[in-house]
């Protein structure tokens, strides 16, 4: 997925995003050291960690998403790669793939690839961490779902449908950005495809590529979860 001009927009539309919780979370299970952000987008998660004492390298397949992470943000080595497709990185103390990242992963093969790869960039003992929508959130709170903003010089509207797979969703998106040289909006679309499988599937593939072991959490509790299902957002942290 390439986010193109969405990439000079993206930090207003996450502006009410949780990073620090998502920070907060990850600080508690990982200690400092060498981190991997897969998927990093315009960079504010790593810049946020490169900041308490990581040594952070992102990765993201979007050049205009890098582009924009190193002309904001300091302290980041950044890197394009396609994350099913890594190369090159190695003895990482902690990955991170967080946001959803890895609903982008739409299939079993190409997840089972990403998750063979990150444990190869893992150093012994290190720590892999990413969430995931649940599948209930995705079928209750996105199919079928219709969400828009307005803003000064942002507006758009969201389209959300069921897509043809099991826990897959199709995102239709069109967005008026304001030319501040012209005065006039200028209309552009973006097309998301994700696709979020349940928890049983992503610990088969876990522990199939090698990983030790897969605790369960949900919803930024640093408490396991025995009812992953039933929450918004699941998180696996997984050790090499």
């Known amino acids: 997925m390439v986010y193109s001009k969405l990439a000079y927009i993206y930090d207003v539309l996450m502006d009410d995003a949780p990073y620090d919780q998502w920070q907060t979370f990850v600080e508690h299970f990982g200690n400092q050291g060498k981190m991997l952000d897969l998927g990093c987008g315009t960079g504010r998660l790593s810049h946020l960690f490169s900041n308490v004492g990581f040594s952070v390298t992102g990765v993201d397949f979007s050049e205009d998403m890098l582009a924009y992470a190193q002309a904001n943000t300091t302290g980041v080595q950044y890197i394009q790669q396609d994350i099913r497709e890594l190369e090159g990185l190695?003895?990482?103390?902690?990955?991170?793939?967080?946001?959803?990242?890895?609903?982008?992963?739409?299939?079993?093969?190409?997840?089972?690839?990403?998750?063979?790869?990150?444990?190869?960039?893992?150093?012994?003992?290190?720590?892999?961490?990413?969430?995931?929508?649940?599948?209930?959130?995705?079928?209750?709170?996105?199919?079928?779902?219709?969400?828009?903003?307005?803003?000064?010089?942002?507006?758009?509207?969201?389209?959300?449908?069921?897509?043809?797979?099991?826990?897959?969703?199709?995102?239709?998106?069109?967005?008026?950005?304001?030319?501040?040289?012209?005065?006039?909006?200028?209309?552009?679309?973006?097309?998301?495809?994700?696709?979020?499988?349940?928890?049983?599937?992503?610990k088969e593939l876990l522990k199939k590529v090698g990983f030790q072991s897969v605790a369960i959490h949900v919803d930024f509790s640093i408490e396991e979860s025995s009812e992953p299902e039933e929450s918004q957002r699941i998180f696996f942290i997984c050790k090499r």
């Open 90 to 202: 190695t003895g990482f103390d902690v990955v991170i793939s967080l946001c959803d990242v890895i609903n982008y992963i739409t299939s079993v093969s190409d997840l089972e690839k990403v998750f063979a790869n990150v444990r190869k960039t893992l150093a012994d003992s290190g720590l892999f961490i990413f969430d995931v929508h649940s599948l209930k959130h995705f079928e209750e709170n996105m199919a079928g779902q219709t969400f828009a903003e307005i803003y000064d010089d942002i507006s758009y509207v969201w389209f959300c449908e069921q897509g043809e797979e099991t826990g897959s969703v199709e995102h239709d998106l069109t967005f008026f950005l304001l030319n501040e040289e012209t005065g006039q909006y200028e209309r552009f679309d973006e097309q998301h495809s994700q696709r979020t499988f349940g928890v049983e599937t992503y």
